[in-house]
């Protein structure tokens, strides 16, 4: 017993030598009044600061390169947001009509493809705002498949309540964030 | 409860105490409410530091890190009848009219880059020195030594842990020129000097978990315009993908003994829970709903996991045995209760609670099963522990801003903290002495 408080010791002082030798040593704090004490306090953990370099860019393809149909605010292919009510991931009769033609409009061209991005409102947890985003892109993602586009042509990403469209903060705001974007991608 | 005559601008007062006119204070401190029963504490400048520069202001450091703590409230110089800085010149009767509890005095000698820091600590109504300390210490650590001196102090008069010396993790999104969004995940000293970025996108970031060990942080990146989990170690800059399969790969959160993480997948349909093991980097499938499951938060045990899940419905927060098993559920109280966290002693969580459209941070004490709503904000989300339990910090939304703040656990002290620039979401306080 003795002798292993003996060796304790040993081995604490070898340890503090070990401390007080390296180049980079931390703070030491030295007394309290009552009882003599030395400790030698970690150094914190440095941070390697990240070095910004030019931002990626990327490969949406812009509606313009594929034809006037998607400008023409008659034609169903114009309408490339499908937007959804609070807390909800069920498409509205509205879009129907335009999902269909964008459905077929990717049938008839079977090397595009389509990026469908679900967005949340900034309401509640963002995490939570992630997965409702994706059950909304699916939910269009489902409508395309079943009208006869393979799943290949299609990708869904959930940005939750992360890429804001507009960045108001009401019901208006909400609303237009709410939403799911149709994306079509270069070859 | 709210009382704004009490409004305190402690941080137009750090910025007069601890930043030079000339460095632009990147965050500002406010207490937004007090603490009526806060401790009378006197901080008198320590002899010597007038010759150090603004930001390390030893005394003005530990005044700031005491204020905000909630616990205490301190005297102002010009209420100071003397300015003593050795034992012999203190005059307990002054201080005691003056109705202060403690009294912290103190002295620098400096030698080039090395300083020794002594101070004396005493309690005003014995008469009696409770600390004395010598701290030797260097420049470049003189911020970090004031709040190891805070850090005494707390830990002597609470009984609990001074969380001043921690970090905390956030990610601020800007609007760029170009009309994009750039967003960074930035890590900052807890009282948000000296914000560094470690990873900048132009594609959302999302989700910071520390490790246990506080070197490494887990956080969701977008980089490559799909979701992906990734650790990063903070002293060498290195980044691993971690997951990067179909669908969701979020919400990380480190387990007790940092060798896994939990995360929410989407690969096989609707979001679940999985166990990643760090090491071979296997997947282990936790929850099996068709509902949304996410946002897991390990027990400080290891043996649970909280999280999210709307398979009643609405979202509430389940929790289940992270080993596998059922899943129970834990809130009852409320429509919307989502992004569970446990307290460091296993005993509470926190939740994001919403209730009528207003999103507040909520505790649920686990012991009574009673949920307590802190906060009076309508938008606020993912709260975060402090280390020693006192305080969470949360993200907050005010006109358009987007904030973090802080309140004590008992949801008496409230503070705000205010960047002077950029939308800050997503806090996450380290668990470490830095």
């Known amino acids: ?187 | 409860m709210m009382n704004t005559g009490k409004v305190l601008y402690l941080g137009i007062l750090s910025w007069l105490l601890l930043w030079s006119p000339m460095i632009k204070a990147e965050l500002t401190i406010e207490i937004t409410q007090g603490v009526e029963s806060a401790t009378p504490i006197a901080i008198v400048p320590f002899a010597g530091q007038e010759k150090l520069p603004e930001q390390a202001q030893i005394a003005a450091i530990i005044q700031n890190d005491l204020q905000r703590s909630g616990y205490f409230k301190t005297l102002s110089h010009e209420d100071m009848l003397s300015q003593p800085s050795q034992p012999g010149e203190i005059k307990f009767r002054n201080w005691r009219a003056l109705g202060q509890e403690y009294l912290l005095i103190g002295k620098i000698s400096s030698n080039g880059m090395n300083h020794v820091i002594m101070f004396y600590l005493y309690d005003v109504y014995k008469g009696e020195q409770l600390m004395a300390y010598r701290l030797r210490t260097t420049a470049p650590k003189l911020r970090s030594s004031a709040h190891r001196i805070s850090d005494l102090i707390f830990e002597k008069l609470t009984g609990k842990k001074g969380v001043f010396n921690t970090r905390i993790a956030y990610i601020k999104r800007t609007l760029q020129k170009s009309g994009k969004f750039r967003y960074r995940l930035q890590v900052a000293d807890a009282d948000g000097y000296k914000p560094i970025t470690v990873f900048a996108s132009d594609e959302p970031l999302m989700s910071p978990s520390w490790s246990p060990d506080g070197k490494q942080l887990a956080y969701v990146s977008f980089e490559k315009k799909y979701a992906a989990i990734y650790l990063q170690t903070l002293n060498t800059g290195k980044k691993t993908r971690i997951s990067a399969i179909r669908g969701i790969n979020g919400a990380p959160s480190f387990s007790p003994d940092g060798t896994k993480l939990a995360v929410t997948l989407s690969k096989d349909g609707s979001p679940d829970i999985y166990i990643i093991d760090l090491q071979s980097l296997s997947r282990t499938k936790l929850t099996r709903s068709f509902a949304i499951d996410t946002e897991p938060n390990w027990s400080p045990d290891g043996r649970h996991i909280v999280f999210t899940s709307d398979r009643g419905g609405r979202p509430q927060l389940y929790t289940i045995p992270s080993e596998g098993g059922r899943a129970k559920r834990l809130t009852f109280e409320g429509d919307y209760n989502a992004r569970g966290v446990y307290s460091q002693d296993g005993n509470s969580i926190a939740m994001v609670h919403g209730n009528r459209g207003d999103y507040r941070i909520a505790v649920m004490e686990l012991a009574s099963r009673t949920i307590n709503v802190l906060t009076a904000g309508r938008l606020d989300e993912a709260p975060s522990f402090s280390p020693n339990d006192t305080m969470i910090l949360y993200a907050a939304q005010k006109r358009g801003n987007a904030y973090l703040a802080a309140v004590s656990a008992d949801g008496k002290m409230h503070q705000k903290l205010q960047f002077a620039s950029g939308n800050i979401k997503d806090p996450a306080w380290a668990p470490t002495i830095k």
């Open chain 1, 1 to 187: 017993m003795h002798s292993l408080t003996k060796l304790t010791i040993v081995f604490i002082s070898l340890l503090l030598t070990a401390c007080t030798t390296t180049e980079n040593t931390g703070d030491i704090l030295e007394g309290d009044s009552k009882n003599q004490q030395q400790q030698q306090l970690t150094d914190s953990t440095e941070i390697v600061p990240y070095h910004e370099d030019t931002p990626d860019i990327g490969n949406e393809i812009s509606t313009h390169q594929l034809g006037p149909e998607f400008q023409d605010p008659q034609n169903p292919l114009s309408t490339l947001t499908v937007y959804f009510a609070y807390d909800s991931s069920q498409v509205q009769q509205e879009y129907i009509a335009a999902i269909a033609a964008h459905a077929e409009y990717l049938r008839s061209y079977p090397s595009l493809r389509m990026v469908l991005a679900g967005h949340g409102d900034e309401r509640g947890s963002a995490e939570y705002n992630i997965a409702l985003g994706e059950q909304r892109a699916k939910a269009v993602a489902k409508m395309m498949k079943m009208q006869g586009v393979q799943a290949t042509q299609l990708e869904v990403v959930s940005y939750g309540e992360e890429k804001p469209a507009t960045t108001g903060h009401d019901e208006a705001a909400w609303q237009m964030n709410r939403r799911v974007e149709l994306l079509y991608q270069g070859q």
